[in-house]
T-cell receptor, first 113, second 110 residues
Framework: AQRVTQPEKLLSVFKGAPVELKCNYS??????LFWYVQYSRQRLQLLLR??SRESIKGFTADLNKGETSFHLKKPFAQEEDSAMYYC???????????????FGAGTRLAVHP | DGGITQSPKYLFRKEGQNVTLSCEQN?????MYWYRQDPGQGLRLIYY???????QKGDIAEGYSVSREKKESFPLTVTSAQKNPTAFYLC?????????FGQGTRLTVV
């Protein structure tokens, strides 16, 4: 079954501390992985995706196929990073469920001053 | 702004009534989705559609129905069969890359 697991509901850190939001997935093929973010009173929006291999707002995420993980990391957290973060998976474009987006339960990141 | 619009923003429904949530997009996306967002449970997929006149059940489709008569529109009906309809509902659309989300509709059953 296709599944995305975010084991932490809440991650609380102090400003300047490193952050790692965990994401594990269950999928037999080669999925596309995403991180979405929802700031207070704003729409859910894309933060980054694994095929871009870019750093957005200081965040990076590496797809580890061996561990089926896509953890989101930032070396120094800022207060404005406080938000809800969702990991998402889209099955391989060669499968029938290509456009089906599957989300994890989300992790709330709270960065304290 | 956005390209995907949900209406209304707030909706109140009496028990036993059906209610329809609107979702429109002008992004020319083939795929559209409905999610339910509850505290502590993240985004759960209700229905999704990959193309006009086609849609599939997600993980929590019971008590909901959808239609996809036009590419731009993917309305969601919350029926009286849905046991716990009070929630925040999010619509999204996607092409070949990222998904774009609406502002959401908060439905309250009174």
């Amino acid at each position: 079954a296709q599944r995305v697991t975010q084991p932490e509901k809440l991650l609380s850190v102090f400003k300047g501390a490193p952050v790692e939001l965990k994401c594990n997935y269950s999928y037999s093929g080669s999925p596309e992985l995403f991180w979405y973010v929802q700031y207070s009173r704003q729409r859910l929006q894309l933060l980054l995706r694994h095929i871009s291999r870019e750093s957005i707002k200081g965040f990076t995420a590496d797809l580890n196929k061996g561990e089926t993980s896509f953890h989101l990391k930032k070396p120094f957290a800022q207060e404005e990073d406080s938000a809800m973060y969702y990991c998402a998976l889209r099955p391989s474009m060669f499968s029938g469920g290509y456009n089906k987006l599957i989300f994890g339960a989300g992790t709330r990141l709270a960065v304290h001053p | 702004d956005g390209g995907i619009t949900q209406s209304p923003k707030y909706l109140f429904r009496k028990e036993g009534q059906n209610v329809t949530l609107s979702c429109e997009q002008n992004l020319n996306h083939d795929a559209m989705y409905w999610y339910r967002q509850d505290p502590g449970q993240g985004l759960r997929l209700i229905y999704y559609s990959q193309i006009v006149n086609d849609f599939q059940k997600g993980d929590i489709a019971e008590g909901y129905s959808v239609s996809r008569e036009k590419k731009e529109s993917f309305p969601l009906t919350v029926t009286s069969a849905q046991k716990n309809p009070t929630a925040f509902y999010l619509c999204a659309s996607s092409g070949t890359s990222e998904a774009f989300f609406g502002q959401g509709t908060r439905l309250t059953v009174v």
